[in-house]
């Protein structure tokens, strides 16, 4: 049996087996979500993260794995894992990557910018249907059409959602101006 094998499923999966020592490992490569990440199939692989990380590992330095990722146009620095491996594991040049834009943005926001943020993308949404509804009146369009009464509740939806925000951002989380996250 080779040490690296591969089907390609559709252009979103990749199913690999791997040969580590005498055993077979199988993962699953996927793209979701605008990245491709990298799935143990195998219960002793989940359940043992050191293991898994070792045989990980051993396949990032696997020149078949890294022609499959080449053929497939996916670049290894922006392939991810589902189960954490620790930055050492993935090598130098891993931890050379940008912040996470998560960890960036929770940095230097508060939690009430981040509602104030929230709020305004509603009341954008807010105000863009209700120029819709207001375009659908116009043409004539009255509580009798059914669309015209769905974008209504779309409407009520969003003022509901704005106004629980609303209370939060009134809710004290904490008595300092440390960030929250």
Known sequence: ??????????????????QYGSSSFNFNLFFKYGVWTLHPFDGILLQN?????????????????????????????ALRTSIDLNPEIRGERYQEQEPDELSEFAETHSFE??????????RERMDFFQNIIQKMYMEGFGPEDSDFNKVQAIIRIYKAAHDQLGDLSDFPLRGDERRRW
């Open 1 to 18: 049996m080779l040490e690296f094998s591969f089907e390609i499923i559709d252009e979103s999966k990749i199913n690999i087996v791997y």
């Open 49 to 77: 993260k050191e293991m898994c990380r070792l045989i990980v590992a051993e396949l990032f330095k696997n020149k078949d794995f890294h022609v499959m990722l080449a053929r497939e146009n996916i670049l290894l620095s």
């Open 113 to 122: 910018e981040v509602l104030q943020i929230e709020q305004d993308f509603i």
